[in-house]
T-cell receptor
Framework: GQQLNQSPQSMFIQEGEDVSMNCTSS?????WLWYKQDPGEGPVLLIA?????ELTSNGRLTAQFGITRKDSFLNISASIPSDVGIYFC???????????FGGGTRLMVKP | EAGVTQSPTHLIKTRGQQATLRCSPI?????VYWYQQALGLGLQFLLW???????NRGNFPPRFSGRQFPNYSSELNVNALELEDSALYLC????????????????FGSGTQLSVL
């Protein structure tokens, strides 16, 4: 079946630094999504991408739908302590299908 | 608007017992998904229900089962509990499945933390 590989698995950064993480697949997806899970909570949708090459921002977060449809990237600028959590990418092949989730990137921010 | 609610928040059981976890989706959502998250790691897909039917099942043994009720709420049952079943069980809901209906946007509950002793 389809698999999503997220990297890095974890990051420990200083407050104020920019963060980059990515997600790659061996097969294409037509929708890419990024979710964030705060400690003790369920994941929350951050950004949804529907078109190859699309670049979408949500505050300090920017995500891109890779042109090959096999990858996606998430950048966080000027990190703050509340950015701590696990970031999951997810892909959907066709509308109505289930999502395939990546293994997550755990982000830790040092004040 | 109320979000996805799960109960109980914490559940402690011993090996061999049965656990029942409950989920109420967002009003108007017909799909319910169950995921297992062990030790704060990745999300392992368990079950997907839509309109009362099981649509898909993850790679879990048959002692993991569930159902969806006419009001779209759902129950996850785990029989013959084993120590490795200890995990956070997350429920998510989405609108009715179909083309362009936004079922890629999952709304998660806060989970049930199951501990098996």
């Amino acid at each position: 079946g389809q698999q999503l590989n997220q990297s890095p698995q974890s990051m420990f950064i200083q407050e104020g630094e920019d963060v980059s993480m990515n997600c790659t697949s061996s097969s294409i997806f037509n929708t890419w999504l990024w979710y964030k899970q705060d400690p003790g909570e369920g994941p929350v949708l951050l950004i949804a991408l529907y078109k190859a090459g699309e670049l979408t921002s949500n505050g300090r977060l920017t995500a891109q739908f890779g042109i090959t449809r096999k990858d996606s990237f998430l950048n966080i600028s000027a990190s703050i302590p509340s950015d701590v959590g696990i970031y999951f990418c997810a892909g959907q092949l066709f509308a109505g299908n289930m999502l395939t989730f990546g293994g997550g990137t755990r982000l830790m921010v040092k004040p | 608007e109320a979000g996805v609610t799960q109960s109980p928040t914490h559940l402690i059981k011993t090996r061999g017992q049965q656990a029942t976890l409950r989920c109420s989706p967002i009003s108007g959502h017909t799909s319910v998904y169950w995921y297992q998250q062990a030790l704060g790691l990745g999300l392992q897909f368990l079950l997907w229900y839509d309109e009362g039917e099981e649509r898909n099942r993850g790679n879990f043994p048959p002692r993991f089962s569930g159902r969806q009720f006419p009001n779209y709420s759902s129950e996850l049952n785990v029989n013959a509990l084993e120590l490795e079943d200890s995990a956070l069980y997350l429920c998510a809901s989405s609108p009715r499945r179909g083309r362009g209906t936004g079922n890629e946007k999952l709304f998660f509950g806060s989970g049930t933390q199951l501990s098996v002793l």
